[in-house]
């Protein structure tokens, strides 16, 4: 079993979701409040290691009304500080591998925060989603990037839909909204169809697809 999981991001026209600086402010107020609608609809929002570094977002909901869900970060090296402003109150969950000792996960638990150890040397994602559905009651996951976790879940099936606002913008080069080796293009691709499309703030565009495949039943 694993949870449903939504995709949400807001990149270039390029398909940048940061500059080669590092810049990534790329939301308009009406993105923001789509932005905030999505977490409340989940269950947990999660992030990757390098967002949650660059960033440190508290990843709660404040445009909307609606609950804050459980915050998490996928980090495999504990690169993380058990400080982060996501940890900073009830909810917070970590997403590691396993073999970290007691000492090293001490700083994280004497905070209050949820430990998911899946996979070795690198997380194992489909195990560590089957982990959040059945220990944590989690059936709606709303991810927020980077790149790199992006295409990890994509590659493994674990999407079911992807949230992208067009920013009217472009960098050239930076990060992409899917980072990684990805596929081939030939005999591999990530296929999507299209559910929805508005115009937001007169310039930005919010679509919204659902994945065909790679994507692996909730059931499984």
């Known amino acids: 079993m694993r949870p449903y999981t939504r995709i949400f991001s807001t990149m270039t026209v390029d398909g940048r979701i940061a500059s080669r600086t590092g810049y990534s402010r790329l939301s308009c107020e009406e993105d923001f409040t789509l932005q905030h609608s999505l977490r409340a609809w989940s269950d947990i929002v999660v992030v990757g290691s390098r967002t949650a570094l660059a960033d440190d977002p508290r990843l709660t909901v404040r445009r909307v009304p609606g609950r804050s869900p459980m915050r998490g970060v996928v980090d495999s090296r504990l690169r993380v500080p058990p400080t982060a402003r996501m940890f900073t109150r009830p909810g917070g969950v970590l997403i590691t591998v396993e073999g970290h000792g007691e000492e090293r996960l001490r700083p994280y638990r004497e905070r209050g925060v949820e430990i998911i150890q899946a996979g070795r040397g690198r997380v194992d994602l489909v195990q560590a989603w089957r982990l959040l559905y059945e220990r944590l009651g989690v059936r709606r996951v709303m991810v927020e990037g980077g790149g790199g976790l992006n295409l990890g879940l994509l590659e493994k099936g674990l999407v079911d839909e992807v949230w992208v606002t067009v920013a009217p913008y472009v960098f050239g080069s930076g990060v992409s909204v899917f980072e990684g080796r990805g596929f081939d293009g030939l005999v591999e691709k990530g296929e999507l ?11 930005w565009v919010s679509l919204r697809y659902e994945v065909l495949r790679p994507r692996l039943p909730l059931d499984v």
């Open 193 to 203: 169809r299209l559910l929805d499309v508005k115009v937001l703030c007169g310039g």
